[in-house]
């Protein structure tokens, strides 16, 4: 099982910019398709962006595309949540996760299919 802790959490204004990284360890980092995943008071936690194993594939969801970016660094274990352009809406709790990797493109977007996930970092975007 791989072990997941995630910082760069913070405030920022409306239209600015924050990053997010998570450092796995514990097991082979490459045996993992990687996720973020993020949840608002009083909301169910909703996909945000994933990437496959070697860093190829990506998948955002509709709400932050053309915004955040997620890329990984193998050799440093860590993947990170690039976001821009933030809005009041993209506050919530941020949560990095793993999901045993299925094939070599696969960037999965349900939270069923990450087995591993960090304790999360808060995001504030305020108005």
């Known amino acids: 099982q791989v072990q997941l802790v995630e910082s760069g959490g913070g405030l920022v204004q409306a239209g600015g910019s924050l990053s997010l990284a998570c450092a796995a360890s514990?097991?082979?980092?490459?045996?993992?398709?990687m996720g973020w995943f993020r949840q608002a008071p009083g909301k169910e936690r909703e996909f945000v962006a994933s990437i496959n194993w070697s860093g190829t594939y990506t998948n955002y969801a509709d709400s932050v595309k053309g915004r955040f970016t997620i890329f990984r660094d193998n050799a440093k274990g860590t993947v990170a949540l690039q976001m821009h352009s933030l809005k009041p809406e993209d506050t919530a709790v941020y949560y990095c996760?793993?999901?045993?990797?299925?094939?070599?493109?696969?960037?999965?977007?349900?939270?069923?299919?990450?087995?591993?996930w960090g304790q999360g970092t808060q995001v504030t975007v305020s108005s």
């Open positions: 514990g097991s082979t980092v490459t045996n993992y398709a």
């Open positions: 996760a793993a999901a045993y990797r299925r094939s070599h493109s696969y960037t999965p977007r349900s939270d069923n299919d990450f087995g591993s």
